[in-house]
């Protein structure tokens, strides 16, 4: 039975007017609360009410805990219309009203109360479903999707019909393009202000929920029995293109389903236009690619036109940059650079000396060897031409290939010293380049040095000054170019090679060299590559005991057999590169006291046996067609 209150309390003292507050008795009645609570809690209850009609969730030690109320406690419930409720209770001081309790309204989807939700755990059971839902969706035939659609939809909110509708915005109309289990449906067009239901729904972007469509009838379903009906829009990139509703459920529709609506039909919509948005993407590439194509092209011809300019200004450097840019070009491809280094590599090759057009002309076509101070001012251009592309905005380090083209890497180069790790890759492949087309040409001060020299050259630096591996395909490429080329070594048959142990003795040599018809083998370490020296028929020869007429002299010369290759051998075997020309193969045969040459591949590895016979054919066919006339077989 309920104590009569004799006095109110002024809650303005408390310091908590304007929120849902409740002043308890001891027993957990309500005696007075504010407009707000009465509102939302009891509207249509007289005061006093008991706590737990208000809140049916209120458990048996939360009103426990009220009933003996000693400090101010914080505790979570639900209340009757299913809305999450925060309490703070505080005792009064007050004996007959010895509880105030606040309260404050919170979203149910926060994670922290969900356990509270009568349907949590249901929730979770179902979210495997729902994703099966929009699994089946996006993967369902083209024509099928739109139904699949409506029909997920209708499962996802336990309805029994559903539909989607297109919205034409510049209109204000809706078009019905799709009913559950409903194949032929009528798609005439009409105005949404025909249908203020879901004129709401679109003005408000917000879901509409009707639970007594008797109020409120659809026209669109005026052949259909509806109960209850939800619908929410359909937006995609910030606008509404369509309405999917649900209809006839057994329970009323909530917040939560229009929610969980929403967001299916907004990833829905988002899939079904995904293919339609990647074939717009792919045509958006496929023109930018090609513009850049055309960007890139245009730029080769600018850049080409550039170096022509600096060739008219250095005649005797002609077709220098084009020829540093192919070969840096090759390079860089058999080294693994990327499709994109390599365009910026040739375009880099193709101005590398762009610096040059500030030099003097006179000190560009000079006939003698520049002075010291002339040299400096040479040097300069590497800095000039960054300077003058400075203001270029390149998709490649362009600037930095023209200012780092004479930098070495072990700091000797100019114009500051850098060394390998400080220098790009693109640079040192260009700087290999150079030296090479250098050498190779004709200078105003020196004829071309040959690709003798330019080997001496760039193996003296590998390593060093030069990218090891720049150098070897440098080599590599330049010896198969001379290769196609019958004045080069490699073009000549060249005779086999016989390799011989250290330990093989003489007698045993000299069969295998009869055996194999040559006059020479080349004596290898016990790995059976390395070349410790070489053995002629001539040596051999020279090691027989010239008389054999007595017998000490037969076990003289028997003994002499017995020897060991490398007792006898010499050491210093005459080699030249296969790569080298016939004219350089001619001068070191003449010049050498033996008969051959042991021809070598890049890595100084024997590959044939060079005598005098193929090469002096080799030189008088080269001889008639330069003369015009046949050569002789």
């Not at 458990?59 to 299913?82: H, N, P, W, Y």
């Not at 008219?312 to 084009?322: E, I, K, S």
């Not at 050491?571 to 790569?579: Q, S, Y």
């Amino acid at each position: 039975m309920t104590s009569t209150i004799t006095a109110p309390i002024n809650i303005d003292v408390l310091g908590i007017s304007g929120l849902q507050w409740a002043l308890l008795d001891a027993e957990l009645n309500v005696h007075q609360a504010s407009q707000e609570l009465l509102a939302n809690l009891c509207p249509e209850s007289d005061l006093p009410v008991p706590l737990c009609q208000l809140l049916p969730a209120l458990s048996a030690d939360q009103q426990m805990s009220l009933g003996f109320l000693q400090r101010r406690i914080q505790f979570q419930c639900v209340s009757l219309e299913g809305k999450g409720v925060h309490c703070i209770a505080a005792p009064t001081g007050n004996d007959q009203l010895p509880v105030c309790l606040s309260l404050m309204e919170f979203d149910l989807d926060n994670r922290w109360l969900m356990e509270l939700h009568p349907n949590y755990n249901h929730a979770l059971y179902s979210s495997d479903q729902w994703i099966g839902h929009l699994e089946t969706v996006i993967k369902s035939a083209p024509e099928e999707t739109l139904n699949q659609l409506v029909s997920r939809a209708v499962h996802i909110s336990q309805s029994h019909d559903g539909y989607l509708m297109h919205y034409n915005p510049g209109k204000r109309e809706l078009q019905l393009t799709t009913r559950h289990q409903t194949r032929d449906i009528d798609s005439e067009r009409f105005s949404i202000d025909l249908c203020p239901a879901l004129a709401l729904c679109i003005d408000d972007s917000a879901a509409y929920i009707c639970n007594d469509v008797d109020d409120e009838p659809l026209p669109f379903l005026a052949d259909q029995s509806v109960s209850n009906h939800l619908s929410v829009p359909v937006i995609y990139r910030g606008a509404i293109v369509g309405v999917v509703g649900v209809f006839n459920r057994d329970k009323p529709y909530t917040e939560v389903d229009a929610k969980s609506l929403m967001v299916y039909g907004a990833i829905i919509w988002h899939a079904i236009q995904l293919p339609k948005t990647l074939k717009v993407v792919a045509e958006q590439s496929r023109v930018i690619r090609q513009q850049k194509q055309q960007l890139n092209h245009s730029l080769v011809q600018l850049v080409g036109a550039i170096a022509d300019a600096l060739e008219v200004n250095d005649p005797y450097t002609a077709g220098h940059q084009r020829s540093v840019a192919k070969l840096a070009h090759r390079i860089g491809r058999r080294m693994g650079l990327s499709h994109h280094q390599l365009e910026g590599l040739k375009l880099g090759g193709l101005i590398h000396d762009i610096g040059k057009l500030a030099i003097p002309t006179q000190l560009l076509t000079k006939p003698s060897h520049l002075n010291e101070e002339e040299f400096d001012l040479i040097k300069t251009h590497s800095e000039r031409g960054a300077a003058i592309i400075k203001d270029v905005e390149f998709p490649w380090p362009i600037r930095d290939m023209i200012l780092q083209h004479h930098e070495r890497l072990d700091g000797s180069g100019y114009p500051y010293g850098l060394k390998e790790p400080q220098i790009l890759i693109e640079s040192q492949i260009l700087a290999v380049a150079d030296v090479s087309d250098s050498i190779l040409s004709h200078r105003p001060y020196r004829p071309a040095l040959g690709f003798e020299k330019l080997r001496e050259v760039l193996l003296e630096g590998r390593g060093a000054q030069f990218n090891r591996e720049a150098v070897d395909i440098c080599l590599e490429l330049l010896c198969e170019e001379r290769t196609h080329s019958v004045e080069c070594i490699d073009a000549i048959a060249l005779g086999p090679i016989l390799k011989l142990d250290l330990d093989t003795t003489l007698a045993k040599a000299e069969k295998q060299m009869n055996r194999a018809d040559l006059s020479v083998a080349l004596v290898v370490d016990e790995d059976g590559h390395t070349v410790r020296g070489y053995i002629t028929s001539a040596m051999l020869t020279f090691w027989h005991s010239p008389l054999l007429d007595t017998a000490a002299e037969r076990t003289l010369d028997r003994e002499l057999q017995h020897r060991k290759l490398h007792q006898v051998m010499k050491h210093e075997v005459p080699k030249i590169e296969r790569c080298a020309s016939l004219e350089s193969a001619s001068s070191r045969l003449q010049s050498s006291e033996e008969h051959f040459l042991m021809v070598t591949d890049s890595n100084n590895a024997p590959v044939g046996i060079l005598t005098w016979p193929p090469l002096a054919q080799a030189l008088q066919d080269k001889l008639a067609r330069t003369s015009g006339l046949s050569p002789t077989t």
